[in-house]
């Protein structure tokens, strides 16, 4: 999956296999909503053990990524993308280390404070917050939430964890899909892992063309100096640019987005992957999601051609997400667990703007 996908991240998925992490054959492809291109994949493997980590304070974490951490409300549903997003203990992102937890939960955290009032009670529903496919070795969450006004369309939370022949595979994908009101940019994060290696998709999406929209860049992404910070990422030890083989995906993102691979073949620092994670994953998505955050709020200006902008927000949830889903979702879950998923999305008030 590479951009924007329910709980698997259709991109992220989509791409895992070719560009971003190392699979044999059948492959994987994921957006920060996923697309699933394997086969045979979904048969087979020994079913996953639940595995919580979340032991934050034990671990030796500062006490401001802690707190963050164990914040169980998303995007200012008590009951919401958090808790609405979890299997059986109730727990958020169950199957992410504990730094992918960690980092997971404070982007969460950080919009949850800031578009709480924009968005609606979910109507998700519970066979959606959590499925499982008929092998048992693959499961999944997707939550919805649409927004209450014409400045922000829709949230998405999810994650996939499946155990294939060639390893686990784990996605966690955050989207915020705007609304015509603004023409701030929209928000994507997707975390992707299997073994040691991690793909990281995180931008800021594009509303306009940046070519004929010069003063759109210059407002949203030269001003803020976004590139400085996916220098951060691009600097870290056993860091690679992440190029998705899916054209859509690479002609929907920004300049500045954050398109990396990171991996633990050898020790860094002692630390591995965990400290990668930890030491630029969370410090450089914080900073993004603190700059969406910022033009969120005091950036965007109302749009003046309505009609380009939402037939450009369009596309993106047409290719991005609903048709991935609904391609890509029955090789790993099967057709019935698809269609219901597709279906929530399209019911939800999150299918048009």
């Known amino acids: 999956m590479d951009v924007v996908r329910c709980t698997l991240s259709s991109l992220a998925i989509r791409n895992l296999g070719s560009s971003s992490i190392d699979f044999r054959t059948p492959r994987v492809s994921v957006l920060s909503s996923s697309r699933l291109q394997c086969s045979k994949a979904a048969g087979g493997g020994r079913q996953p053990r639940w595995r919580w980590r979340w032991r934050w304070l034990d671990a030796g974490m500062k006490p401001g990524r802690a707190r963050a951490a164990a914040t169980e409300s998303t995007f200012g549903e008590m009951d919401g993308i958090g ?5 059986i203990d109730g727990r958020r992102f169950p199957f992410l280390s504990r730094a992918g937890q960690n980092v997971m939960t404070n982007v969460c955290s950080i919009l ?3 578009l709480g009032p924009f ?3 979910s109507t998700t529903p519970s066979d959606v917050r959590y499925f499982k496919n008929e092998q048992g070795n693959a499961e999944g969450s997707v939550f919805l939430r649409a927004g209450n006004d014409s400045k922000v369309d829709f949230t998405l939370e999810s994650w996939l964890h499946a155990t294939l022949p060639f390893g686990t595979l784990d996605i966690a994908t955050l989207v915020v899909m705007l609304g015509p009101e603004t023409d701030s940019p929209h928000f994507l994060f997707e975390f992707i892992q299997s073994g040691p290696s991690l793909v990281v998709v995180l931008d800021h999406l594009p509303r306009k063309d940046l070519v004929m929209e010069a003063e759109y860049q210059k407002r949203f992404y030269e001003d803020p100096d976004l590139d400085k910070i996916r220098q951060l990422f691009e600097t870290a030890p056993e860091s690679k640019p992440y190029i998705s083989s899916v054209l ?4 929907v993102v920004s300049p500045t987005a954050v398109l990396y691979k990171l991996s633990s073949s050898t020790q860094v620092d002692g630390g591995g992957l965990e400290e990668q994670i930890e030491n630029v994953v969370y410090p450089g998505s914080e900073k993004i999601v603190k700059e ?5 709020r005091t950036r965007g200006l109302p749009v003046t051609n309505v009609d380009d902008m939402v037939k450009r927000d369009n596309q993106i949830k047409t290719l991005g997400i609903e048709v991935d889903l609904s391609v890509n979702l029955p090789r790993l879950f099967g057709q019935e667990i698809s269609d219901r998923i597709v279906h929530a999305f399209r019911t939800s008030g999150c299918s048009k703007t």
């Open 248 to 251: 859509f995906i690479r002609s």
């Open 83 to 87: 808790r609405g997003s979890m299997p």
């Open 112 to 114: 949850e404070q800031e």
């Open 119 to 121: 968005l609606k009670s």
């Open 292 to 296: 969406w955050v910022e033009s969120f």
